[in-house]
C-alpha cells in the first residue's frame, strides 16, 4: 500500500472550479492505477475518475463527463482531479485511491479493487 494525501477542497460556489490534488509516498508510484472516488452524506461511495498507470487512459463517471479532468506526474507521484463548472451535486468528500498491479493490458479502472486510500478532502458547492 502507499500512503496518500489529499488536498485542495474547500467551499466554492456553483459553476465555479476547484482542483484538488493528492501526494503518493511511494517510489513504485507508476505500478499505481490512480483514482478519485467521492461520497456524499448519506450516499455510496462512488468512482469519479481514473487514470491509467501511464496516463494514457482516463475514465469519468458520466456526471462529471466534460467538466472534471484527471492527470497524474509520474516524476512528482502526484494526481490531480481539475473540477470546472460545479453543482451542489458535486458536494462530498473526495477520496484519492491507488491500484498496485503490475499487469500491462487494458483495464477498466471503474471496476478495479482500490487498495490504498486517502484520509479525504472535502468539497462544498454552494447553489
Known amino acids: 500500500q502507499v500512503q496518500l494525501e489529499e488536498s485542495g477542497g474547500g467551499l466554492v460556489q456553483a459553476g465555479g472550479s476547484l482542483r484538488l490534488s493528492c501526494a503518493a509516498s511511494t517510489q513504485t508510484f507508476m505500478l499505481y492505477n490512480m483514482a478519485w472516488f467521492r461520497q456524499a452524506p448519506g450516499k455510496e461511495r462512488e468512482f469519479v475518475a481514473g487514470?491509467?498507470?501511464?496516463?494514457?487512459?482516463?475514465f469519468y463517471l458520466d456526471s462529471v463527463k466534460g467538466r472534471f479532468t484527471i492527470s497524474r506526474d509520474n516524476v512528482k507521484n502526484t494526481v490531480s482531479l481539475q473540477m470546472t463548472n460545479l453543482t451542489p451535486d458535486d458536494s462530498a468528500v473526495y477520496y484519492c485511491?491507488?491500484?498496485?498491479?503490475?499487469?500491462?493490458?487494458?483495464?477498466?479502472?471503474?471496476?478495479?479493487?482500490?487498495?490504498?486510500w486517502g484520509q479525504g478532502t472535502r468539497v462544498t458547492v454552494s447553489s
Open positions: 485511491a491507488g491500484d498496485y498491479t503490475t499487469f500491462v493490458g487494458y483495464m477498466d479502472l471503474t471496476r478495479r479493487q482500490y487498495d490504498s
Open positions: 487514470v491509467s498507470k501511464k496516463g494514457d487512459r482516463t
